[in-house]
């Protein structure tokens, strides 16, 4: 039997972060998925095909103070996640990550999916600015473009 989409997309997050060789980023797990939830409902997003998901992203609302902790590299990534206030007031946006199974790249999947979370979660928090730490020339390409349709500054953690 073939690996689910799911086993799939779990794979392919290991394989593309290889979360087991770096203990500061962020793990997904039940109690970090609750977290996020937590935070806000729009954190954790999805594209499911009927077969399980497809594509993920993953955005934190966080506070403009723990932004400039984690880009100065003075904060990890796990760390901006536990430091994030719950029902706190959010106005910086970290885009941590987004992928998209193979055969459903370049179809405008992870933008699609981003850019309805940016809008859910800008609907109840005042967001001023978006962030994010660049692991591959796509998703860099991905914060870009939807910082410029946010009309919302960029900052990059230094790599």
């Known amino acids: 039997m073939p690996p689910s989409n799911l086993d799939r997309m779990i794979q392919l997050a290991k394989e593309f972060f290889a979360l087991k060789n770096d203990p500061a980023q962020i793990s997904v797990t039940e109690e970090t998925m609750e977290k996020f939830r937590e935070i806000h409902p729009a954190t954790l997003t999805e594209e499911n095909d009927g077969s399980g998901p497809v594509a993920w992203i993953l955005l934190i609302p966080t506070t403009h103070e723990l932004m400039e902790q984690f880009i ?7 760390e901006l996640l536990e ?42 928090h005042p967001i001023e600015r978006m962030f ?21 500054p960029l900052y990059s953690r230094p790599e």
């Open 72 to 78: 100065a590299k003075q904060i990890t990534e796990r």
């Open 83 to 124: 430091k994030t206030p719950l029902q706190g007031r959010y106005d910086a946006l970290y885009l941590c990550s987004a992928l998209v199974l193979p055969e459903y790249r370049a179809k405008g999947l992870a933008k699609q999916l981003t850019r309805a979370a940016v809008k859910s979660i800008r609907a109840d």
């Open 132 to 152: 994010y730490w660049a692991f591959s020339p796509e998703g860099k390409k991905l914060a870009a473009s939807v910082a410029r349709e946010a009309d919302l």
